[in-house]
């Protein structure tokens, strides 16, 4: 039929045209910005995948900030109660010379003076002992754990926690300590003596039972730790992997639909400018 009003075929090319513009433009901003979803409607599924995603990557790589800055809370406390260690060895050594006659009265005295230096330096350890401005010997725990207790958020989702426990490691209680504290049975000897100092070796030997286990509660936890950050890279690894595989653009097939498009355009361009020429036939009929 020839008419002149309605040019069908025009019209099937400009919306061809209009078509092949909108995805052109989608290709060209996935190609400019990187990623294959740009905004809800380029793909409404994907964006809510992509955003749980991100959220949970973001979430695991927080959770591996904790685990580090656990570690180095833990450490912190295990380097001080190795200085704690070192003193208790020290003051059984006293002990040990203190229970014999090859040293008067006045010597074992000279003796007691260092013991009780050193038993007071376990306490000030104790007490000064800080990270990132917290007490992390004195029992009291953190705002999260229980009282004796450091508790850490090593997952992407809430309750995702390990403990440690750190009790109060002085020789004394007070405000602001745990109790008992855990050498409460060097709080009140003395090595005047060589009975006095035989029961301090008996004291010291128990105290030192007690820091190794708490030292080997504290490693272990490093340990924990360690294996938790391996296992939380390990999965936001492969997170960001399955992230990468729904949002990001592919540059292989984006260049070539981009490609086709151009052709397209071009096409189509040819093909409505032959569409408007159509109806000039209808001039032939009036002649």
């Not at 996935?30 to 990623?35: A, C, H, M, Y």
């Not at 005047?192 to 272990?220: C, K, M, Q």
């Not at 960001?240 to 984006?254: G, L, N």
């Amino acid at each position: 039929m020839s008419v002149i009003n309605t040019n069908i075929r025009a019209l099937a090319s400009t919306n061809a045209i209009a078509s092949n513009e909108r995805a052109m433009q989608k290709t060209m901003q996935s190609l400019s910005t990187g990623n294959s979803i740009n905004k809800a409607s380029d793909n409404a599924a994907g964006l809510s995948v992509r955003e749980n995603m991100t959220a949970q990557i973001n979430g695991l790589n927080a959770a591996v900030r904790n685990a580090n800055d656990a570690i180095n809370l833990l450490q912190t406390a295990d380097g001080s109660l190795n200085e704690v260690s070192d003193m208790m060895q020290r003051m059984r050594e006293l002990g040990t010379l203190a229970q014999n006659d090859n040293y008067s009265t006045a010597q074992k005295t000279s003796m007691d003076n260092e013991f009780q230096a050193l038993k007071g330096e376990i306490d000030r350890i104790r007490s000064n002992t800080q990270w990132n401005k917290m007490s992390v010997l004195t029992g009291s725990g953190g705002e999260v754990g229980t009282s004796g207790y450091f508790t850490f958020q090593i997952g992407a989702n809430a309750n995702q926690q390990i403990s440690v426990a750190i009790a109060n490691q002085g020789t004394t209680s007070g405000a602001g300590y745990e109790t008992p504290p855990q050498f409460v049975n060097l709080s009140a000897v003395t090595i005047t003596t060589g009975t006095g100092a035989a029961a301090a070796v008996t004291a010291l030997d128990t105290a030192l039972s007690v820091l190794n286990a708490n030292r080997s509660a504290i490693g272990a936890g490093v340990n924990r730790l360690e294996h938790a950050i391996n296992n939380l890279t390990n999965v936001a690894q492969n997170a960001t992997d399955s992230r990468s595989r729904v949002t990001d653009t592919d540059y292989s097939k984006a260049t070539s639909d981009l490609a086709k498009q151009q052709i397209i355009a071009q096409a189509a361009t040819a093909i409505l400018a032959q569409a408007n020429q159509q109806p000039q036939s209808v001039l032939s009929l009036l002649k």
